[in-house]
């Protein structure tokens, strides 16, 4: 590990996806340390969301790679990418609705890492709904959740598959501003305790204050890639957000 | 620790009532078999139901039906061999047809995937329809080989000539799917198919290898849906491609898995015991022409009314008893 500390963990090179020839992403290159919160923010339909999808195995890049740990991961499907260690949680919440709070959690312990069965899922799959904030709603079926609580489970049960790295999508989108300060909390608890950590927002705020570096991606292409303050900083940036271009809408005015 | 203990009861007062009483009613012939084929279709219901459980809905189980009837039917003409032999190797016919399957339709979803297993019964049904050199065609084969008679001991049972011989075999054959079927619901593996049931792609991204536990739920389903054909045409002691490739072989198991309860271990068996026999006994003599439309209407007023089937009904009943 120790040798590992200053190596990549995730390194997207060359990344290029096309919808219909509408261009979503066009020649994406970053990368993230291990250990750190690497923050990507970008206006609505910037294509954050694609750019983990391809990440997570779900949609195919037209070209580009995608390393994890050095290891080319680009055509593998999503359940082997979960094996290697990269877990994510989703912009829309897809819990399995029938199922328990904790049923849920239960499925990521179960069959996240195949090498490592844990002795006690059901107190392990206990405690992060906890870490969460879903205690006393462990019995709930996952359906009749809010959508809040349906995103925190997403993040319970990403967690119970044991990542090394863990894709967080949209993770302020929604939260009243106490729930946005537990969520800085657990993420930069998440990354103390030696997680890797993918985020993305549209809304500045919280990727900005919790991130060790940040990358800015408008219409596809990454404009800047560096500290939060100097992002924010960089001319572009401000002209994604502030709309001087037309057919952008602020980040605010989005839902 | 009560809930736990007469979910178990109550299967085992079932199962015992069923292998009871013939001793008391020795000679009802009609009876033994309406339940033996009850018995056997409840296991063609589970069948259906574990590839179900995986969340693909099939509308052509009779393929997998038929190529096990013909396997085994035409095993047995030609080389002679025991049907105890044919059997088990005839299914591997169905069963290998449901291995392409997975292979072939491997992306469909939902509608798709139905229209397609519904065509795929014509290409084994034609193919047998017109090579009549080997299949018999569209005649079909007769004087099949009845099963064989074993021997216990003392005991004789006369699988090949005695319906109550072919009722203890039946019960025991759908005792056994019902062990299946519970696997498939509570062990990590029933698990996995009900998470991608609920929701592929969840499923996929916490490290649910979903196809490959699709693939084998469909093995699975598969070669128990070709042993009930092969058993059938030795029950029967003849088929032909109209018969067991027919539309209503791959429409009732759906139906009787729906109407009982798809969820809960003892549905899909609860729904036979109960619609076949209602349908032959009360119906048939009622309706000898029109009562296979018994089941158009069961599954027209269970997706409507109770979409859960029945047998949760039944659950809640026992617990209001209980408390
Ligand atoms: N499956 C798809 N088919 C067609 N267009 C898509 C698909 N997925 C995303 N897009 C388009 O790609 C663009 C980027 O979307 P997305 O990655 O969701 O952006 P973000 O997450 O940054 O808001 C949007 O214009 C969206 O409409
Ligand atoms: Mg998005």
């Known amino acids: 590990m120790a040798a590992k500390a200053a190596s990549n963990c995730l390194e997207l090179r060359h990344i290029s996806k096309s919808f219909q020839e509408r261009r979503v992403l066009a020649d994406v290159s970053l990368v993230v340390r291990e250990g750190e919160i690497f923050g990507l923010i970008g206006p609505n339909g910037a294509g954050k969301t694609t750019l983990f999808n391809i990440i997570t195995g779900l949609v195919r890049a037209d070209e580009g790679q995608v390393l994890f740990h050095g290891q080319d991961i680009t055509h593998w499907p999503p359940p082997r990418i979960c094996h290697a260690g990269i877990a994510r949680a989703l912009q829309l919440p897809a819990p399995f609705p029938e199922m328990t709070g904790l049923e849920n959690v239960l499925i990521g312990c179960w069959f996240g890492k195949r090498q490592a069965a844990a002795p006690d899922s059901e107190a392990q799959a206990r405690e992060l709904l906890a870490r969460v904030g879903l205690q006393g709603k462990e019995e709930v079926p996952a359906g009749q959740l809010n959508l809040i609580d349906k995103r925190r489970l997403e993040v319970a049960r990403a967690l119970a598959t044991r990542p090394h790295l863990l894709l967080l999508d949209e993770i302020a989108a929604g939260l009243s501003p106490a729930a946005v300060k537990q969520t800085a909390e657990l993420v930069t608890a998440l990354r103390d305790q030696g997680l890797t950590l993918l985020v993305t927002d549209h809304y500045l705020n919280l990727t900005l204050q919790v991130s060790d570096r940040v990358a800015a991606l408008d219409q596809g292409e990454i404009i800047t890639v560096g500290s939060p303050r100097e992002v924010v900083r960089h001319p572009e940036v401000a002209s994604a957000y502030l709309g001087t271009r037309e057919a952008k809408t602020l980040p605010e005015a989005a839902p | 620790m009560f809930r736990f203990r007469l979910s178990l009861v109550l299967p085992l007062a079932a199962a015992l009532v069923l292998a009871l009483w013939p001793l008391v009613w020795a000679e009802a012939d009609l009876y033994f078999q309406v339940f033996g084929m009850a018995c056997f279709y409840g296991v063609l219901a589970v069948a259906w139901n574990i590839y179900a459980l995986s969340g693909a809905i099939s509308l052509g189980h009779a393929a997998f039906f038929g190529l096990g009837a013909y396997g085994s039917a035409l095993m047995s003409c030609y ?171 791959s429409a009732l198991p759906l139906v009787l898995s729906i109407f009982g309860g798809r969820f809960l271990t003892w549905g899909p068996i609860l729904g036979a015991l109960i619609l076949y026999p209602l349908d032959q006994l009360l119906l048939q003599p009622q309706f000898p022409t029109g009562h296979a439309a018994l089941y158009g209407l069961v599954i027209v007023l269970t997706i409507l009314f109770c979409p859960q089937g029945v047998a949760p009904w039944l659950r809640k009943l026992r617990q209001i008893a209980w408390n």
């Open chain 2, 79 to 249: 080389l002679q061999w025991s049907p105890a032999v044919t059997v088990p190797l005839g299914a591997v016919a169905g069963a290998a047809y449901g291995v392409l399957w997975g292979l072939l339709f491997k992306n469909l979803r939902g509608v798709y995937l139905g229209l397609a297993t519904l065509a795929s019964v014509e290409i084994p049904k034609v193919i047998i329809d017109n090579w009549s050199s080997f299949t018999f065609g569209s005649l079909g084969v007769v004087g099949i080989a009845p099963l064989p008679d074993l021997r216990l001991g003392g005991l004789e049972l006369a699988f090949g000539t005695s319906l109550k011989a072919q009722y203890y075999l039946l019960l025991l054959f759908l005792a056994l799917a019902g062990l299946v079927h519970r696997y498939s619901l509570v062990s990590r593996w029933g698990w996995a198919l009900r998470a991608m049931r609920e929701n592929e792609t969840a499923a996929a991204m916490l490290g649910v290898e979903v196809f490959r536990h699709r693939l084998q739920a469909l093995l699975l389903s598969s070669y128990l849906t070709g042993l009930c054909g092969a058993l059938y045409a030795h029950l029967l002691g003849l088929i032909e491609p109209a018969l067991v490739f027919s539309l209503h072989i």
